[in-house]
Every structure is written in structure tokens, then in C-alpha cells.
């Protein structure tokens, strides 16, 4: 199925529109999305119409830029409550790699489609993901189709001992290779490639510095998983000698077109290597806390002027994933070590936002409504109590709102979700997919799912 825009102009008309552009403005007005792009934004009365245009009441509600997350597994979603209660590397290796290694072609799109799903009915219209070793192809399909803005790649591991998992280096090289020529730019650049090497544990020197080459060959990111949980940097410092940041930098694996997930346990060297070469950083609050991994240290990252993005992880180790969720704990998380006034509302509406479109180089283009930029655009509607009274809009989206509060969805101005409900996409086939595959996966993994 290929997607199209509406041919159409489509006004969002009345809404509480909040910007997140350069000035954080707020008003009362309308936005015109025409051509897949914001065409015109400002006051009620103020956008100028052509005949044909399809107007949407939306009194009453915010219309706000899409969500766009820095970090997701989709082909995790079938794991959620299957991983619970473990730190980092006993999660791994008892649960997440046995249960990754038994996922085929067909439970892996399920997984894909479960978990695009839910990002879109709650908001999040741009996502960076990592894959598993095997059949990445089916996760984009599945992205394709459903019509999520997404930058992805198969996760790259040639060390783990897996036997499912682990692959020769210069075979995951080639399939990630061909994956990107496949992809890269794909559906109008709406889907993107990232090289993927899962973290400097599971992978050697060889396929690191070997990763650098091939994603800058190509013009694609990398992105990895660094300093999250204190037995993973043990690991790594016993391992190579280096603390985690450090020891990427050395092969290769540092700049602007990086970027780490989570960053939580952090040494000055490795704050000062972000900094000198502009790495980006992915903030996971959730799964930093159910994992016991810590809290990172956002604000001291913002102020070395790191950029930095939001993102609900996996389904395993959050077990949702929902922007709302992760804007409100990244703001709640600093406060009580640095102060009332650490990370406001209106910085953690922008990590969810402009950081994290930057962390993905998609801040050209979306995290933000402004003229010209793509039609990535939500809209949460306000008719349930906790919405009540609107003093804040921004408070109100960070700290009140939550996923089932959305209404509307728009990416590359088509309409993917209408009044709480997937336009293209039958929920209720999807859900009974994932309801097949978890079983299946979890049986083949051996791993009991709780369940009679």
C-alpha cells in the first residue's frame, strides 16, 4: 500500500497551538497543511483558504508538532511483562537475546505493527530504532506502510555467543549494507537507515571501525547503546580499559551523526568527548529507572551544549510507549538533585520535540510546527477532566496529558490516526497477531510468559 497526502489543504481550526518553534509561541488560531507540509499557521482568522479545503474543528484541543523518540525496539513490543525485574546485563542475557533469537520473519512484522501502532495512537509520528540481527527488512515494510516517520537498522553483533544472534562480522556488515541501499531515503525520506552495533560488548573492534566506514559512505547515523547501568560500564572498562564513551570514540564511533542511548553513569572524560564532537544522546527515563541503571545527568549535558532526545525504549524495560510518559518523567527526575526549577515543561516538550529531531538531523523538517516544515502535527483533545483548566498549555501536554488523549495524527499531512482510531490500518488484526506471536515466540524461547 503506498501512501498519499491528502490533495487537499486541511485546516486544524480553533486548537490551542503550540509551536515549539524558535519563540515557544502559543495561540489560539489554526494551522494549513497542504502538500504534506505546513503550508500556514497563526491566529483564527488569519490563514487564508482556497476552495476545497477540508477544515477540522479542533476547539477545545492542542495541536502540538508530532513526538518524535530517540530511541525504540520494535521488535521488542511482543516482550512486554516477559522481562521483569532484572538489571541490564542479566535482562539481556536471560531474557531479551533468548527471546530475540526466537522471533521469525512473521513475529517480528507483529511485533512491528503492535508497537507502530501504539506510537501513532499516542502521538509519536518520528521514531530512531534498533532491530534485532535478523529479518530487518520487515520492520520497514511494516513502517512503510503504516506511514510512521522512522530512521532504523538492524542491531550488528559479532561477539555475544548467541548462536542465533551473533553473526560473522563481515556478514553483518554486507546485510546491513544492503539494508541501507534498500532503505535509505525510501517513501520520500521518510524512512531513513542507522548502523547499529548493539554495544561495544557484543561487537569487535573490527566491526566498529568498520561500521564508521560504511554509515558515513552512505550518509546514515549510528546508533548505539553507551554508559547505562553501572555492571555494563564495569564490563566494559575490564573489557577494553576505557570508560564506554571513551572507548567508541577510539574506533571511530563519535560525532554528530552518533547517537548513544542513555549515557546515565558518566566520567568527565566521557562528558568532555560528547562535547568536543557534538555525539548525541538518546534519554530513556524509564527504562533507566525500571532497569535500576540511575538517572543521566540531562541538565549538565544541555549545558555542555550536547544535543540531546527522549525516547520510551522497549516494551520489556519501560513496558510502554508513550511520549507522554517519558516527557513527564524526564522533567520530575531532576528535580529533586538540582531544583524546582530544573528541567520546566517547556524543555522537556522540546527534547520530545526539536531534540530529538535533531538527535535524528530531522530538525530541519519536523519536530516543530512552523511554514514549510512537514505535516507531522497531533492533536490531543481536552473533554476528560485531568485536561481541566487550561492555565498551561505546555504544562498541561507534559504533565497531564496522556496517550489516549490524542485525537488526531498527521504524518507528511496524511492522516494516520482520526478521532483515536488507525485510518489505514485495522487495530484489531494487529492485536490479534501480537496475541498469536507472543506465544509462539515465548515458546520457542522456553520462557514463561506468566500466563495459564
Not at 568536543?276 to 538517572?295: D, E, F, M, Q, Y
Not at 538540582?338 to 515543561?345: C, I, R, S, T
Request: glycine share 8%; aromatic share 2%; proline share 5%.
Amino acid at each position: 500500500m503506498i501512501l498519499q497526502s491528502d490533495p487537499r489543504p486541511v485546516l486544524l481550526h480553533g486548537g490551542t497551538v503550540v509551536t515549539v518553534d524558535g519563540d515557544d509561541r502559543v495561540f489560539v488560531g489554526d494551522v494549513l497543511l497542504h502538500h504534506g507540509r505546513i503550508a500556514a499557521l497563526g491566529p483564527a482568522g488569519s490563514v487564508q483558504l482556497t476552495p476545497g479545503t477540508r477544515v477540522l474543528d479542533v476547539t477545545d484541543s492542542i495541536v502540538c508538532p508530532g513526538f518524535v523518540q530517540s530511541h525504540v525496539h520494535l521488535c521488542q513490543v511482543l516482550f512486554r511483562g516477559i522481562a521483569e525485574d532484572l538489571a541490564l546485563l542479566p535482562w539481556l542475557r536471560q531474557r531479551i537475546w533468548p527471546l530475540e533469537a526466537a522471533l521469525s520473519a512473521a513475529t517480528l512484522r507483529a511485533s512491528a505493527r503492535l508497537g507502530i501502532a501504539e506510537l501513532l495512537l499516542g502521538g509519536t509520528t518520528s521514531i530512531l530504532d534498533m532491530g534485532t540481527v535478523h529479518d530487518h527488512h520487515v520492520v520497514f515494510e511494516a513502517a512503510s506502510t503504516m506511514g510512521i516517520r522512522m530512521t532504523s537498522g538492524k542491531a550488528m553483533m559479532d561477539r555475544v555467543g548467541q548462536s542465533s544472534l551473533d553473526e560473522p562480522t563481515a556478514a553483518s556488515l554486507s546485510s546491513s549494507n544492503h539494508l541501507a541501499d534498500a532503505w535509505h531515503g525510501a517513501a520520500d525520506d521518510r524512512l531513513r537507515y542507522a548502523y547499529a552495533p548493539r554495544f561495544i560488548l557484543s561487537c569487535s573492534d573490527e566491526l566498529l571501525r568498520q561500521t564508521v566506514v560504511e554509515a558515513r559512505a552512505r550518509g546514515c547515523l549510528m546508533h548505539t547503546h553507551a554508559s547505562e547501568n553501572p555492571g555494563e560500564v564495569d564490563a566494559v572498562r575490564a573489557a577494553t580499559g576505557r570508560d564506554n564513551v571513551v572507548a567508541l570514540e577510539e574506533r571511530g564511533i563519535a560525532g554528530k551523526d552518533v547517537v548513544l542511548a542513555h549515557c546515565v553513569h558518566l566520567s568527565e572524560d566521557e562528558r568532555a568527548s560528547l562535547k568536543r564532537h557534538r555525539t548525541r544522546v538518546a534519554h530513556c527515563p524509564s527504562t533507566n529507572l525500571k532497569l535500576a541503571s540511575g538517572i543521566a545527568p540531562i541538565p549538565g549535558l544541555l549545558a555542555d551544549g550536547v544535543v540531546v532526545g527522549v525516547g520510551a525504549d522497549g516494551a520489556p524495560c519501560n513496558n510502554r510507549l508513550s511520549a507522554f510518559t517519558e516527557m513527564r518523567l524526564a522533567a520530575l527526575l531532576q528535580k529533586p538533585a538540582h531544583g524546582a526549577e530544573a528541567m520546566p515543561a517547556r524543555t522537556a516538550l522540546r527534547l520530545m520535540t526539536m531534540g530529538s529531531a535533531a538527535v535524528l538531523g530531522r530538525d530541519g523538517d519536523t519536530g516543530s510546527l512552523e511554514p514549510g516544515k512537514r505535516a507531522d502535527v497531533v492533536v490531543v483533545g481536552r473533554e476528560r477532566p485531568h485536561l481541566r483548566p487550561l492555565a498551561d498549555p505546555v504544562a498541561t501536554l507534559v504533565h497531564a496529558a496522556e496517550a489516549a488523549d490524542v485525537t488526531h495524527v498527521f504524518v507528511d499531512g496524511r492522516q494516520l490516526v482520526r478521532d483515536r482510531r488507525l485510518v489505514h490500518d485495522d487495530l484489531g488484526s494487529i492485536l490479534a497477531d501480537a496475541e498469536i506471536a507472543v506465544g509462539e515466540v515465548a515458546a520457542r524461547a522456553a520462557i514463561a510468559r506468566g500466563l495459564p
